[in-house]
């Protein structure tokens, strides 16, 4: 079984999209193993955003990922990290699959909806930025 982080973006959680977005996840067979709903500071927008610190759209990710609360979870499954790119779409959501969580909701490239981890290590990494010290609870028997 793979862990993988989903964070529903502040556009998501503004636009009441919570519940479809977790219902999108569990109707993929994805298990929601914890989560919890966070506005994140700017220093932790940083930190987490920070292998992107380079790149020219850096300082606008950072800002839209502070304009309100977001929801971070931790996903459990096989191949849970693959499964939920897929499930995600493609970045810019205008070249997102039909029915995935981008194509059906996100607004830009920009306002993207959601986040997922995209490897082993990135996930593992955001999994403790995130839930460091707390019990995954919703693990599978
Ligand atoms: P995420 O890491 O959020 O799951 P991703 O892996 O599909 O998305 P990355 O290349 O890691 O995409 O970029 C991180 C985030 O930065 C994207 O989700 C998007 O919100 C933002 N981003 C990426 N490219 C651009 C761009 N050209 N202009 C504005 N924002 C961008
Ligand atoms: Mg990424």
């Not at 999108?24 to 940083?46: C, F, K, N, V, Y």
């Not at 990922?65 to 979870?73: C, W, Y």
């Not at 593992?124 to 839930?131: A, M, R, S, T």
């Amino acid at each position: 079984m793979e862990l993988t982080l989903s964070i529903i973006k502040p556009d998501g959680v503004r636009r009441n999209l919570v519940g479809k977005i977790f219902s999108q996840i569990e109707e993929s067979g994805l298990r929601i193993a914890a989560t919890r709903m966070i506005h994140l500071s700017r220093r932790e927008a940083e930190q987490f955003y920070a292998v992107h610190k380079e790149r020219p759209f850096y300082g606008e990710l950072v800002e839209s990922m502070t304009t309100g609360p977001v929801v971070v979870s931790v996903l459990e499954g096989a191949n849970a990290i693959a499964r939920y790119r897929d499930l995600m779409g493609a970045t810019d959501p205008k070249k997102a699959a039909a029915g995935t969580i981008r194509a059906t909701h996100a607004v830009s490239i920009g306002e993207n909806t959601v986040h997922g981890s995209d490897a082993v290590d990135t996930a593992k990494h955001e999994v403790g930025f995130f839930f460091a010290g707390t019990e995954i609870v919703n693990r599978a028997k």
